[in-house]
């Protein structure tokens, strides 16, 4: 075993490295790549734009996550004909450093999807996407979700589903020891949360000599005669984003972007990619909560920040229902109002549960760079889509009221700031505008999306991006449709598919 490097922010001459595979991107995707491929005996380097944080240097507060771990502040949106915010980290371990930690399988009917409709045969098959999804559970201590130290709101709409006779269940989450701290969205402190920055990353530097830069922005992939030779990039301060070194990658056999659904399009648009295709089929399982006012605490501050879940109306109607607990700060932006009023919801926090539908959407948009280098993302839910989230959200305050909620808060202009038990029907004419609602898109999909049609497809089949050797995409961005679930388990599921055959080719 040969020890490996990590390098942060370093300023002064061009610094130059090799490899035998450069991965883009440390999330759920390129770190699932990068392990897979370092067993396996490859020199593997790692660039992610964002920091290494430590998990006891972890903000408590979510400004502060925002400030360090948040790409850009989370001031990303998605535009069309409403403004919905774009949750993303920058850090290395990706996303899942500070989403809930949910891990759900791939569901059959989206693989079958994959095989049939966008011609992907068995690559992806059932079988292969289960072994890796085995491996993958074993090495993250997925586990149900440890009940004793959840708090009320959780427990609440687990009794409160089962009283409408929907399915429900706690959330399966790669976590070990979790202290119910509240810390999911923000980083956990206590390293419960199994995610790459604390074992395949660790692991990649020091049992297989692999590299790792930090702070590093690649600006383009180096494409040659048809071939991805490697990669161009720079470093940049974490605080105060100054510029430091440039750098240069020589990566042997192949360079893998996983620089997330919003971040692998514009990239190879910069790397000079020409594909119909490119920032095509942009998704995403968009969602908005409601809040239910109880007479007792329920304490949104006690244990994970989601713990239950119904996929009742996955198929149906395109839903996913969870529990999601807000820190102080974000649920003030959620409820909304300003001075008084906005205090005067404050003072219930104790006494608020936040609910929410996560939308299996129609809607398609695009991603891609834009003339001054940002990213520009255009996505529109459709009418139907807002019928399902009506839906979704009459079916959650319904379940409020059935634990004994004195109030709902639906969040939804058009609509009372208040209903009463007696009220709920309003959700039923509730507009089917998306201004009207308080969107929030967390699960992305597409923009380089795996296909046999070069015309609808950025990958192939082989696993290689159409016309250009050694270049290959394993992030969510690669995916061609919505899942109806959680999608961290299929991304490192599909990104550690794409390594073995790499790895075996």
Known sequence: MTSGNHHAFVSGPKREFECDFAVIG?????????????????????????????????????????????????????????????????????????????????????????RDEHGMGDVFSEAAIGKAQDEIEVELQIQETDWSVVGPTADDMLKGFKILNREVHPIIRNVAHCKGEMQCLQGCKQKSKQTANNLWLPELIQQHGGTILSCAQVDRVQLDGGHATGLHGYFRHPTTRKRGADFKVVARLGVLVAASATGSAPLLERSGLRSPALGKGFRGHPGAGVVGVYDRPVDMH???????????????????????????????????????????KLDHYRQCAMWVTAVRAEAVG????????????????????????????????????????????????????????????????????????????????????????????????????????????????????????????????????????????
Not at 304 to 332: C, N, V, W, Y
Not at 456 to 469: E, S
Not at 476 to 501: C, D, F, K, Y
């Open 26 to 114: 440390s999330g759920a995707g390129g770190a699932s790549a990068a392990i897979t491929l370092a067993r396996a005996g490859f020199r593997v380097l790692v660039a992610e734009a964002g920091a290494w944080r430590a998990p006891e240097d972890y903000p408590w507060s979510m400004t502060g996550t925002m400030r360090d771990m948040f790409h850009d502040w989370g001031t990303l949106v998605a535009t069309g004909d409403s403004i919905i915010p774009i949750v993303q980290a920058s850090v290395v371990g990706g996303t899942p450093v500070i989403n809930s930690a949910i891990v759900v399988r791939t569901p059959g009917d989206v693989l079958a999807s994959w």
């Open 302 to 344: 006690i244990g994970p920040s989601q713990a239950t879940a119904s996929m009742h109306h996955r198929l149906d109607h395109g839903i996913k229902l969870e529990h999601l607990s807000l820190p102080l700060e974000l649920f003030a932006a959620r409820v909304g109002g300003a001075g008084q009023a906005l205090m005067s």
């Open 366 to 505: 695009e991603v891609h760079q834009t003339w001054w280098g940002g990213r520009s993302v255009t996505y529109i839910p459709t009418q139907r889509d807002l019928e399902r989230l009506r839906y979704g959200s009459k079916l959650l305050a319904q379940a409020h009221v059935a634990m004994g909620a004195r109030a709902i808060w639906p969040g939804v202009a058009g609509m009372p700031a208040e209903l009463s038990a007696d009220q709920l029907d309003l959700f039923d004419s509730a507009p089917l505008d998306n201004k009207a609602w308080t969107w929030v898109l967390s699960h992305l999909f597409g923009g380089c999306v795996f296909g046999a049609d070069p015309q609808r497809a950025v990958v192939g089949p082989d696993l290689h991006v159409h016309g250009v050797r050694g270049l290959h995409v394993v992030d969510a961005s690669a995916l061609p449709t919505t899942l109806g679930v959680n999608p961290q388990h299929t991304i490192m599921a599909v990104a550690r598919v794409t390594a073995e055959r790499l790895a075996n080719a």
